[in-house]
């Protein structure tokens, strides 16, 4: 239960972090913790290694990429995403910019996957602007 209250705790605060002023980062080493029904929700050490995504706000508009889900801003550097499907299978993302320190909380819930279902906390490093936009 005490994760479920960082977990949330996390989200309100991404949704409150501003206005929606914009940028574009780089972010990279993504490492953190998981847990999946399928290992009974124990939570292990988790990362995404090797891979870069870009996170962008501008005004109300945010983005994801490599990313299909539904993005907006949620902040002057934070992005919510959205993937529900008509089965009722859900996943949500956050990404919220901490750009003084040069780092990422990246967040992610999923539900109705069946053994897939848990979630991330994950701390990444935004390794700079995006080039080109």
């Given at each position: ?52 995504f870009r996170v962008a706000v501008d005004g109300k508009t945010g983005a994801v990429s490599p ?67």
């Amino acid at each position: 239960m005490h994760h479920h209250k960082i977990v949330l705790a996390l989200l309100v605060g991404t949704a409150a972090s501003g206005a929606h002023a914009g940028g574009c980062w780089r972010i990279a080493e993504l490492k953190g913790q998981s847990a999946r029904a399928l290992d009974g929700f124990a939570i292990s050490g988790d990362g995404y290694s090797n891979k870069e995504f870009r996170v962008a706000v501008d005004g109300k508009t945010g983005a994801v990429s490599p990313s299909n889900m539904s993005c907006m801003a949620a902040g002057a550097t934070s992005v919510l995403c959205v993937d529900r499907t008509a089965e009722g299978k859900l996943t949500i993302e956050t990404w919220a910019i901490d750009e003084q320190r040069g780092k990422v909380i990246h967040t992610k819930a999923i539900s109705g996957y069946g053994p897939h279902d848990g979630g991330n906390l994950f701390i990444g490093k935004v390794v700079g602007p995006c080039s080109g936009g």
